[in-house]
């Protein structure tokens, strides 16, 4: 099956500071990319469709100016948290789907802390 | 909300026994698909039934739909401590290739 790979897979900062998370497909190339947040023992929540060459479109309630997303080529995308605050803590995790097929791979997440 | 709904939110039992867990979701579908997620980790696609499918089988994976209720169930038979681990239903959004996973069954095989 495709690849996804997503890093870092752990992530400690300080409060104020901006934390990138990059996602990648390794084996094919990637025109939509998700962005997701989940936290512990729930269910994964969208935050966010990264479009190649194009802006983000974010789901309600998501700040943009918060978590920047830039999609520059067909295999990266990359999630910013801006001014990382501690209730930015959880676990995110990014996912691209296969042109030509319903299903989505999923990259193996990344834990951000922020003290 | 979309998300689905998914019971039981917790399931323990034991090696060689059958795990089954249910989905139900609330939008038309074009299909629905079942992911598995170990303990810090990603998702991994098991199985895509589609809207006109009633049953499917993968291995020891069986999954169910009925549109009609907008319901899908997932057995897992003769199960192993391997299968451990966080399962979610997932819909699409029609017309779009956004999913809208389910609230989650956390199963637990015990040896």
């Known amino acids: 099956g495709a690849v996804v790979s997503q890093h870092p897979s752990r992530v400690i900062c300080k409060s104020g500071t901006s934390v990138k998370i990059e996602c990648r497909s390794l084996?094919?190339?990637?025109?939509?990319m998700f962005w997701y947040r989940q936290f512990p023992k729930q269910s994964l929540m969208l935050m966010a469709t990264?479009?190649?060459?194009?802006?983000?479109?974010?789901e309600q309630g998501v700040e943009k100016d918060k978590f920047l997303i830039n999609h520059a080529s067909l295999t990266l995308s990359t999630l910013t948290v801006t001014s990382a605050h501690p209730e930015d803590s959880s676990f995110y995790i990014c996912s691209a789907p296969v042109a030509g097929e319903n299903i989505q791979y999923f990259g193996a997440g990344t834990r951000l802390s922020v003290l | 909300s979309q998300q689905g709904e998914e019971d039981p939110q917790a399931l323990s039992i034991q090696e060689g026994e059958n795990a089954t867990m249910n989905c139900s979701y609330k939008t038309s579908i074009n299909n629905l698909q079942w992911y598995r997620q170990n303990s810090g980790r990603g998702l991994v696609h098991l199985i895509l039934?589609?809207?006109?499918?009633r049953e499917k089988h993968s291995g020891r994976l069986r999954v169910t739909l009925d549109t009609s209720k907008k319901s899908s169930s997932l057995l897992i038979t003769a199960s192993r401590a391997a299968d451990t681990a966080s399962y979610f239903c997932a819909t699409d959004a029609l017309n779009t290739d956004k999913l809208i996973f389910g609230t989650g069954t956390r199963l637990q095989v015990f040896p």
């Open positions: 084996d094919f190339q990637a025109t939509t």
């Open positions: 039934i589609r809207s006109n499918e």
């Open positions: 990264s479009n190649e060459g194009s802006k983000a479109t974010y």
